[in-house]
């Protein structure tokens, strides 16, 4: 019986390998196509350190490192979307040149996956005591998001920094280096990085949208630095976004695409409830809501980000800004919105007696 299942067995076993190469050529040629249908962020992701926009400062120090192919533990600390990451991995890339491979002469992570201590005391700890290939000085572990990291692995973390220098060295990335726990802060070389200015970013959208052959006029172009807010990544994500709808970008479509109002009709609410008009002001807030699908919270945001560009005295942009505190605060303990944001117009409409 044993021999019957053998041979019945047998030929499945050839069928299922001929099978999956098959697949993995199908594979293969499905990844080859979508590998020009890519998100744009990475389509168009630096590779060079020289492409980096804008980080002048940090981009010298690090093609030092590369130049002298010696570095410290490093930390990568600033906003989202100003190029740490990209960063890190064109340092490799500068680095190890053909012989850039993962796991094995560097190891991307993201800690906010990865973020217990047995990922610490396993996978890290294997990757950073293995011995480089030869002609490689050391590894390069890049740790993305290291702020997520539970404090027990950071703690062992330490440790590893310590024991494995001389086969590895680690790059760790985060939005606040306040959240690294000071040992392992003393133990690198801290470089933040800032947001990128407007024109930095209009620039490269500027660059994109050329490639892509896409029409972005000024006000398109200025709405999407807007509700980026200095993310040069969120400004690709949208602009590629409102590609998929037109060819010929304008500000109404990106502040569609990206869910925001725009500025002029938050402050029409505003200067209507300060001028005392209170029904109008609340017709103006609903009609906003029903179009743009806003929650109360998102609104107030809006509110205040216009607040302070008013043409209005001192004394009645400290009110506003008091109100809006109060109102944003009742909002996040479960207050009904519609009551609270018609309340927040009544307020406003209240403040004519500090003109």
Known sequence: MAKIFLIIKFPYVVFKLVFNKKILKKTMSKSGISLEKRPWVEKYRPRMLDDIVNQKGILKRLKQFIKDKSMPHLIFAGP????????????VRELYGRKMASNITYLELNA?????????????????????????????????????????????????????TKNCRMILICNYSNKIIPP?????????F?????????????????QEKINVITSGLNALVDVSRGDCRRAINYLQSCGTISKK????????????????KVKKILQTALE??????IKLLNDLIKDYGLSGRNI?????????????????????????????????QGSTEQIQLQALLAKIVMLQEFK
């Open 80 to 91: 989202a979307g100003t190029g740490k990451t990209t960063s890190g991995l064109a340092m």
């Open 112 to 164: 906010s996956d990865a973020r217990g201590i047995d990922v610490i005391r396993t996978y890290i700890k294997d990757f950073a005591k293995a011995r480089p290939p030869v002609d490689i000085p050391f590894k390069i572990l890049i740790l993305d998001e290291a702020d997520n990291m539970t404090a027990p692995a950071q703690q062992a973390l330490r440790r590893t920094m310590e024991k494995y």
């Open 184 to 192: 392992i802060q003393s133990r690198c070389v801290v470089f933040r």
């Open 194 to 210: 800032s947001s990128l200015t407007n024109d930095d970013i209009k620039e490269r959208l500027k660059f994109i949208s050329n």
């Open 249 to 264: 970008i304008d500000e109404e479509i990106v502040f569609r695409v990206a869910g925001e109002v725009p500025p002029d």
């Open 276 to 281: 005392g008009q209170l029904q109008l002001s």
């Open 300 to 332: 107030i945001k809006n509110l205040h980000r216009e607040v302070y560009d008013l043409n209005k005295s001192e004394d009645i942009k400290i009110e506003l800004s008091k109100l809006l505190a109060e109102f944003e605060y009742r909002l996040s």
